[in-house]
């Protein structure tokens, strides 16, 4: 099965549904799974790669609720009955790479949801199991479903192998039985993926609290991972940005100018502009404010990104909410910061919302939205749909002002600011602010360790 861009997509949608071009622009390309209403399938006759005869192919852009944007692809050939699925990842490639380690424990867990891009590895060290990079095509799948699919691959011709070479068939037969154990969970394992493209994702089934037994982390790509992922860095005679002169545009200007750029919407992809504006925080620093409105499906956006570099020490501020007043400080929210509520139980990592610039009311309502998403309503079970919805209750009574939480924002790279309520500025009585050393996995997700800061000049 063939890659198929977004924008061949929806060229395709529009076609196929006879509909005219000032129509087909008002609907998003990634489209929600609601049992409410119905979704456009793009249909495209492809030949079969068994039997060489004409076959169907069905696309459907869609969202995964808390990850991206997902294309599912399945294809059937009515001659030969030869059936194939995939997932591709239609989002752009993450800024970092990911890597995710699960401990599986109980029969449950091998029913957590996985996916997976073609540019991710799974291990499982205790059967020295490794599936390498593009050695199989993306996928929507559990943990039980990628042992399954394995023991499949190596099934494969195994009744020729007994009879040619008996010795590696036998062995064969012995590994796949101790990928059987594996699915009976006659003793726990550790399924480990990592993705150079940061587009994978195994469940937290009990979001959003943290999971003891899920760790993710992120770390910067080599320039080999790059290139693996078709992302070259420019010669300098290629590069398209032309310097500004010294003199030719001042400071002063350019913190009162308002600097529009072309982008693609978070939520729809649809082309749009986004505006970009210099600004000051008293008491903190500058910071780069950027907002983006959709004009095809409406949605809205805005982000914030620190001005200057990374503070020598890591931040974390605690902030006692108990009163309405509580509730209007302002924070600056950096992409590199966490969040937890103790009383909830509830770690928010730093990639679930971008950085911005609201207030604690607004922090609040922006991780309640993520929380109620249709995951939880359509494709969750029954016993999760209960929890989570006594979660939301909980959380309701917080925004009511009904019961009192802890707000935790910590933040490694020290570019996150949250207002005190004095008069002159210092930490008031219900907001404290700790300055602390990065750890080395701290400075790894930051991309510190590997920094050069003497003699860049010179290769190593």
């Not at 300098?236 to 913190?255: F, M, R, S, V």
């Not at 909830?344 to 309502?365: K, Q």
């Not at 404290?432 to 080395?440: C, F, H, L």
């Amino acid at each position: 099965m063939s890659s198929v861009g977004s924008t061949t997509i929806a060229a395709e949608s529009a076609d196929a549904s006879g509909t005219g071009s000032a129509t087909a622009q008002q609907e998003p390309i990634f489209q929600d799974i609601s049992g409410d209403q119905a979704v456009e399938v793009v249909e495209i006759e492809s030949a079969c790669m068994r039997c060489f005869k004409s076959g169907t192919t069905r696309l459907l852009p869609t969202k995964i609720p808390f990850f991206r944007e997902v294309v599912l692809m399945s294809f059937k050939c009515d001659h030969c009955g030869y059936a194939n699925n995939e997932m591709q990842s239609a989002s752009e490639m993450q800024k970092s790479g990911v890597r995710i380690a699960l401990d599986v424990q109980q029969l449950s867990d091998l029913n957590r949801r996985v996916v997976r891009s073609d540019h991710s590895s799974v291990t499982i060290p205790e059967v020295e199991l490794e599936i390498p990079v593009q050695s199989q095509k993306g996928e929507v799948t559990t943990v039980e479903g990628i042992i399954e699919r394995t023991i499949t691959g190596l099934s494969q011709d195994q009744e020729k192998r007994r009879i040619d070479h008996p010795t590696e068939a036998a062995s064969i037969d012995d590994y796949i039985d101790r990928l059987r154990q594996l699915t009976k969970l006659t003793k726990p394992f550790r399924l480990l993926l990592e993705d150079i493209s940061g587009n994978s994702f195994i469940e937290n089934p009990i979001a959003p609290a943290n999971d003891p037994q899920l760790k993710t982390s992120f770390f910067t790509r080599t320039q080999a991972q790059n290139e693996q992922l078709g992302l070259y860095e420019q010669n300098h005679e290629e590069n398209l940005l032309k310097p500004i002169a010294e003199d030719e545009w001042p400071i002063e200007n350019l913190h009162g100018e308002v600097l529009q750029f072309a982008t693609n919407c978070s939520n729809c992809q649809s082309p749009c502009e986004t505006n970009m504006k210099l600004t000051n925080i008293p008491h903190f620093k500058e910071v780069v404010i950027m907002a983006t409105v959709c004009s095809r499906c409406g949605h809205k956006t805005n982000e914030v990104k620190s001005g200057g570099g990374i503070e020598p020490e890591g931040v974390r501020f605690t902030v006692r909410i108990t009163s309405k007043e509580d509730l209007t400080r302002d924070v600056l929210k950096s992409e590199t910061c966490s969040l937890s509520i103790p009383e909830l139980d509830m770690d928010v990592g730093p990639h679930a919302l971008c950085g911005r610039f609201t207030t604690v009311e607004g922090l609040l309502v922006a991780m309640r939205e993520q929380l109620d998403g249709t995951f939880f309503h359509d494709s969750a079970d029954e016993p999760s749909k209960q929890q989570m919805q006594r979660f939301l209750d909980k959380y309701d009574d917080v925004l009511k002002m009904e019961s009192s939480i802890t707000l935790v924002l910590e933040d490694p790279a020290g570019n996150t600011y949250v207002q005190s309520l004095s008069d002159n500025g210092e930490p008031d009585d219900k907001l404290t602010v700790e300055r602390y050393k990065r750890s080395y996995d701290d400075n790894e997700q930051l991309g510190l360790n590997d920094m050069k800061t003497e003699n860049y000049e010179q290769e190593a």
